[in-house]
């Protein structure tokens, strides 16, 4: 299975800089999951892959137009359509770009701003979690069917609760995907879980939770990993080690996985790639 690497560190680069830096360096899979994009961009990207590298598409790739927050449980049609518009759109470019592998963050029990993203929400009126869950689970329907069509895999990553957040609304957790004990009861048949590591460890450490306990039991639902490592408060995409804490369930692993460390120099990154390959290679014990 080949390692991808996130160019989520570049938000506020055009992605034609973030990827030509990469792959002057010598990146061959990217992950695009930020930065300035324009329709034209898909023909860069097409004549990338004729050369031989390869794209992932993940979340707001790719963001045409006016910023907000992508909400597939939101009360608020027009944000429901939007986010699903986004979400085809993103289908249409990983299937022009030969990815068969696409991921999106679980829904929120309202509807934040921006602004507010990153550990920044301040107090709103969250509706029920059962009736967000089920707009969310409605959702999922006609997406899966439609990345069915264009031979992409679909995948719900799950959300990072901080302690910043937790502050404001403490257990009366805001979002969904957070630390579900069942967290297949949020995704449908042939939607896996894109496991991020460094979100459930911060969303565990402020819900007081065994992260541990939670990656056993979601790994039978999980399509997919990230990979970065925090000091367990906020999600700081910071590199890792060998020993990190997730390292022994990525063992004779065949599921994607993207490296998402952020203000490294590629050979920081390289480097961390190869320990992944390298535990990746190894049996479960």
């Not at 929120?108 to 507010?116: G, Q, V």
């Amino acid at each position: 299975m080949e390692i991808f690497y996130s160019n989520g560190g570049f938000r506020n680069t055009p992605v034609r800089d973030s990827v030509s830096w990469l792959v002057n360096r010598g990146c061959e899979n990217i992950e695009l999951s930020s930065g300035q994009v324009v329709n034209e961009d898909l023909l860069f990207l097409k004549q990338m892959y004729s050369e031989g590298k390869k794209f992932r598409l993940h979340n707001y790739f790719p963001s045409l137009g006016k910023s907000f927050v992508m909400n597939l449980a939101s009360e608020n049609n027009e944000i429901r359509n939007k986010t699903q518009k986004l979400i085809f759109k993103a289908l249409e470019w990983s299937h022009e770009l030969e990815s068969d592998y696409y991921a999106f963050h679980a829904g929120f029990l309202f509807d934040p701003a921006p602004i507010e993203l990153g550990g920044n929400l301040t107090m709103h009126k969250i509706e029920e979690y059962e009736d967000a869950k089920y707009r969310f689970k409605q959702q999922l329907y006609p997406l899966f069917e439609r990345a069915k069509t264009l031979g992409v895999k679909i995948a719900v990553e799950n959300n990072v609760y901080d302690k910043k957040n937790f502050k404001c609304y403490k257990d009366n957790i805001p979002f969904l995907a957070v630390c579900e004990q069942n967290i297949n009861d949020l995704l449908i048949d042939g939607v896996g879980l894109l496991l991020d590591f460094a979100h459930l460890k911060v969303s565990a450490t402020s819900l007081n939770q065994n992260y541990h306990e939670l990656c056993r039991r979601w790994l039978p639902y999980v399509s997919g990993f990230h990979l970065s490592d925090n000091d367990g408060f906020v999600d700081q995409n910071e590199s890792f080690s060998e020993t990190a804490w997730f390292m022994n369930y990525l063992k004779n692993n065949n599921r994607p996985v993207t490296i998402e460390v952020y203000g490294n120099d590629w050979e920081t990154l390289y480097n961390v790639g190869k320990k992944v390959e390298l535990i990746m290679g190894k049996p479960n014990e």
